[in-house]
Every structure is written in C-alpha cells, then in structure tokens.
C-alpha cells in the first residue's frame, strides 16, 4: 500500500527557515514527479512545487520562487522542500502529492505556521 509521510513542520518566526520531508512507501517513487501543496485555513488547497525525477526539473509558484527549493533523494524515496525566508502568508497545512497514470496519493500534512 502506498504511503507518504510528512515531517519538518513547525512554528517559526518571519524570516525563518524550515525543511519539510516527504517519505513514501509502497510506490516507485524514483519514476515520477513529487509535487507539495499547501492549504490555508479557511482557503482551497494550491499547488507549490513540483519535483521531477528529471535532474534539475524544478517549479515553483510565483510567490514562492527565491525562498523555497525542492530536492529529492530517490535512494531514501523521499522528497524534500527547503524553504527559507518565511513570509506569515506561508502559514498553512503542507501536504506532498505523487501521482501515477492512474491514481493520485496524498501525505497526511504537516503544519507550518509563521509568526510575524
């Protein structure tokens, strides 16, 4: 059964720095994209970020170019995004996502929360 795990949230300040983990299981993680979304409280969930499995495939939404970065360590099948210089309006539940040619898996969330 797949299985994707998030960890690394967490309270900071504005201005600070977290690191988000993606762990999965049960899936080939190595042949696909990992993407990571985020919800807000009272707001629709929103794309982030997209992880290829291609070197160096990387894409982020507009606000968040220049403070957040997605890797991915397919040795440990788990995807990662730094993200630094944390704004009050990154506040939101992060959930990583990976998707086949048929279904579509969804981590559990991790909570960031950023204090101004």
């Known amino acids: 059964q797949v299985q994707l795990v998030e960890s690394g949230g967490g309270l900071v300040q504005s201005g600070g720095s977290l690191r988000l983990s993606c762990a999965v299981s049960?899936?080939?993680?190595?042949?696909?994209?990992m993407n990571w979304f985020r919800q807000a409280p009272g707001k629709e969930r929103e794309w982030v970020a997209l992880?290829?499995?291609?070197?160096?495939?990387?894409r982020y939404r507009d606000s968040v170019k220049g403070r957040f970065t997605g890797s991915r360590d397919d040795s440990k099948n788990t995807a990662y995004l730094q993200m630094d210089n944390l704004k009050p309006e990154d506040t939101a539940t992060y959930y990583c996502?990976?998707?086949?040619?048929?279904?579509?898996?969804w981590g559990q969330g991790t909570q960031v929360i950023v204090s101004p």
């Open positions: 996502n990976i998707r086949d040619f048929s279904r579509s898996y």
């Open positions: 049960g899936f080939p993680f190595s042949d696909f994209a």
């Open positions: 992880i290829s499995n291609r070197a160096g495939d990387r």
